[in-house]
């Protein structure tokens, strides 16, 4: 029997963007994995999700056990010839919420994502686009895996009120020469946050970066790289924070097999950071130094495991990012992992932020028709000191465990029941919550 188009998670992105999602800091020309057959596709899927959580918004104390039920509509639709694909999608609802010692309302269905991905390949080069959108109620309890596909992570604040927090990210590159020893590649990338509402607590930021590499194929397993990097980042904080990051680096790519490829670099960073101090505009970071990056890629028929990271002396302090994502293709499911340490603006004043993370996904199939999923996630949040302000908050850590089972009834038309368990520790907030949740969705090919 064919399985069903399941009805996408609530807060998942739709597939376009999956299936269209670059890189943010890696390889430019990423590969799409499982490319759908040319022509065109439209599909949506309508779901209804109906849930029970003694703790919707991890307060402490719990005020009481709320109720919604959520009716969502997700549409995708992709166009694909030999050398273009367009993709367009959007996740929206309405929310029928009962929540504790409120009033029961019709709200917007928290979040609803949009995005937009376009991908031309000639002879010798390849251009590819991606625009995404996420509006979501700022107290929202969100999972603790935070981020957009290989994009900039959240930070985990929980913020208060009545506000909407909208978030617009765009990747947009470009690279010549593919069929030469001589390449070149220019990517831009850019991150917006903003607030419906005026509060000191939620702090809007934007964060741009220009990328630049020129890659020279030395032997027919080894390259060489060159790039360049530049970032600005603006928080509208009271101290009106700019942060600007230039950076050189040259590095080796190493391939001896089409399943496996190892790349290392050394690289020159500087970082300027300016904020008002008593009104004036004065510069409270000014630090340079070298650094060392990595990266990796393995990939086998039922086995990927890909890897970056990056240590710098371009900071207060020397710091590390970079994430593992690896995923195995099981005789009746999959196992899927991630450990991620990045550095990020946090929204609850405009400091930087830390959030180190680790998360794990086993899906497996019990029939034709049935599967067994498990989905854990757990991350840590440590604002920065930057000796500027003494606002930085506690350490943040949450953690989410859902487990669940699905049914597909019809080919088109799949159930799925389950309970998360999500928790969130902020001194002095110990808080946790129980949900347990039945969603029914129903899948329409209009366009094939």
């Known amino acids: 029997m064919r399985r069903a188009f399941k009805a996408p998670p609530i807060g998942a992105p739709s597939l376009t963007a999956l299936l269209l999602a670059g890189s943010a800091g890696g390889a430019f020309a990423q590969a799409i994995l499982e490319t759908p057959p040319d022509g065109s596709s439209l599909s949506a899927t309508i779901s209804e999700r109906f849930e029970a959580n003694d703790n919707y918004r991890l307060d402490d104390p719990s005020p009481g056990t709320t109720y919604y039920a959520d009716t969502r509509l997700a549409v995708d639709y992709l166009r694909q010839t030999d050398n273009q694909s367009f993709a367009l999608g959007f996740n929206t609802g309405l929310r029928a919420l009962w929540e504790a ?4 309302d019709f709200v917007l269905a928290s979040p609803t994502s949009a995005n937009l991905g376009y991908q031309n390949e000639w002879a010798n080069g390849v251009f590819n686009a991606i625009f995404t959108y996420r509006q979501r109620q700022v107290d929202y309890t969100i999972d603790p895996d935070p981020a957009i596909p290989d994009g900039t992570p959240d930070d985990l604040n929980q913020l208060r009120g009545n506000s909407r927090e909208m978030r617009y990210d765009a990747d947009v590159g470009v690279v010549w020469g593919t069929a030469t020893r001589s390449s070149y590649e220019l990517r831009f990338l850019g991150t917006r946050i903003d607030y419906t509402e005026d509060d000191p607590d939620q702090v809007a930021r934007t964060t741009l970066q220009g990328q630049g590499a020129w890659n020279l194929q030395l032997t027919p397993v080894l390259a060489s790289s060159i790039t360049l990097d530049y970032l600005n980042y603006n928080a509208e904080n009271e101290a ?21 490829t190892l790349g290392a670099g050394i690289d020159y960073a500087k970082r300027k950071r300016t904020d008002l101090v008593d009104g004036e505009r004065e510069t409270t970071d000014n630090s340079s130094g070298p650094g060392v990056n990595g990266n990796f890629r393995y990939i086998l028929p039922d086995f990927v495991l890909t890897g970056n990271g990056e240590w710098t002396t371009a900071a207060p302090t020397d710091r590390f990012f970079g994430n593992i994502r690896g995923v195995y293709a099981l005789p009746r499911g999959r196992i899927a992992g991630r450990v991620f340490q990045n550095y990020t603006g946090s929204s609850g004043g405009g400091n930087e932020a830390r959030v180190t993370g680790a998360g794990l996904q086993l899906v497996r199939d019990i029939n034709e028709v049935s599967s067994f999923g498990v989905d854990f996630s757990y991350a840590i949040q440590v604002d920065v000191e930057d000796g500027v302000n003494d606002t930085a908050g506690p350490d943040i850590k949450r953690m989410a465990l859902t487990a669940s089972y699905s049914h597909d009834l019809t080919a088109y038309v799949s159930a799925e029941m ?4 999500q928790s969130r520790d902020e001194d002095p907030t ?13 899948a329409f090919d209009v366009l094939r």
């Open 101 to 104: 010692e409120e009033d029961f």
């Open 240 to 260: 009106k924070t700019e942060l600007d990051r230039g950076q050189v680096g040259a590095g080796v790519i190493y391939t001896p097999s089409e399943v496996l």
């Open 430 to 442: 110990n808080a946790s919550s129980n949900a347990v949740y039945f969603q029914i969705g129903r």
């Open 418 to 421: 389950g309970y998360t368990y």
